[in-house]
C-alpha cells in the first residue's frame, strides 16, 4: 500500500532530507524517512515538534556510533537491550539535558520503535518500555497585590465598548478578592447582584461555600451593571 504525501510544514526538514542527515546505515535511514513522514502527513505534528524529534533521533543515532562501534543498522536496533538506551540516557544527562529535554528524546525514541513494530520492521520491547523521568510539579506563584491592583485596572481600560472592560474587572475583582474560581464566578447570575456581605457558592463536589464579599468587589460588579447594555433579568447569567 502506498503511503499518504507528507505534509511539509516550514523550518522543518523533508524526510528525505531528515533520513540523509542521521547518521545510520541505509536500511535505518529508510525507516527513519518513513517515521518522518509519518509524523509529518499522517499524525500531523507540529514544526518544533517534528525538528525536535529529528534532533532527538539524530543525537541517538550518534550516540549509537561510538556505543557499536559504526553507524547503526536495522539488526543492530532490534538487538539493542535496557542497558544500551539507558546509558544513551545517561550520556545526555551527562551533557547537561535537563528533565524535561530528556522526557521528550525518550519519547521520540519511543515513538521510533513502536512505528518500526506497527509497521513489521522489527520489535524491541526494551525501546517501548523505557520510562521517562518524573518532572517537578512548580506550584503556581500567588498574585501581589499591586499586580491584582493593576490586572484589573489595565481590564477597566481596554479600549473598546467600556462595558465589556468593567465586566472583566468585575470578574477579576471577585476572582482575587473574594476567592472565587473562574467558574463559579460565571456561574452567577442576575439575582447575585447587588451583592451582599456574602455570597452562597456551590463549588467542585457539590460543595458549598459562604463568601465574604469586599466591598471593591461589590463596587465593581455595580460598576458593571451601570453600563450592562442588556436588560439582566433574574435567572440570566450576571456576566
Not at 168 to 195: F, H, K, N, Q
Request: net charge positive; hydrophobic share 40%; charged share 25%.
Amino acid at each position: 500500500m502506498a503511503r499518504p504525501a507528507a505534509r511539509l510544514s516550514p523550518g522543518a526538514p523533508s524526510p528525505d532530507d531528515a533520513a540523509r542527515t542521521v547518521p545510520a546505515s541505509e536500511d535505518a535511514r529508510t525507516e527513519i524517512r518513513n517515521w518522518y513522514a509519518h509524523l509529518m502527513g499522517e499524525r500531523r505534528m507540529s514544526e518544533a515538534t517534528l525538528v525536535n524529534y529529528h534532533r532527538d533521533i539524530t543525537r541517538f543515532f550518534e550516540f549509537l556510533i561510538d556505543h557499536l562501534g559504526g553507524p547503526a543498522g536495522l539488526d543492530a536496533l532490534a538487538a539493542l537491550q535496557t542497558r544500551d538506551f539507558r546509558a544513551f540516557v545517561s550520556h545526555r544527562r551527562n551533557e547537561g539535558l535537563q528533565s524535561r529535554s530528556i522526557a521528550r528524546m525518550i519519547s521520540s525514541i519511543r515513538s521510533f520503535f513502536r512505528f518500526l513494530d506497527r509497521s513489521n520492521v522489527l520489535s524491541n520491547a526494551s525501546a517501548t518500555t523505557l520510562r521517562s523521568p518524573k518532572l517537578p510539579h512548580a506550584l503556581p506563584k500567588p498574585l501581589s497585590v499591586s499586580g491584582a491592583g493593576a490586572m484589573i485596572e489595565e481590564a477597566g481600560a481596554l479600549p473598546g465598548e467600556a462595558w465589556k472592560g468593567l465586566r472583566d474587572a468585575a470578574v477579576l475583582t471577585l476572582l482575587y478578592g473574594c476567592g472565587l474560581r473562574v467558574s463559579e464566578a460565571l456561574a452567577l447570575d442576575r439575582d447575585a447582584a447587588p451583592l451582599k456581605d456574602t455570597i452562597r457558592i456551590t463549588g467542585k463536589g457539590n460543595k458549598e461555600r459562604i463568601i465574604p464579599v469586599l466591598p471593591a468587589a461589590r463596587e465593581a460588579v455595580e460598576r458593571y451593571l451601570a453600563l450592562c447594555p442588556f436588560g439582566l433579568t433574574a435567572g440570566d447569567p450576571l456576566f
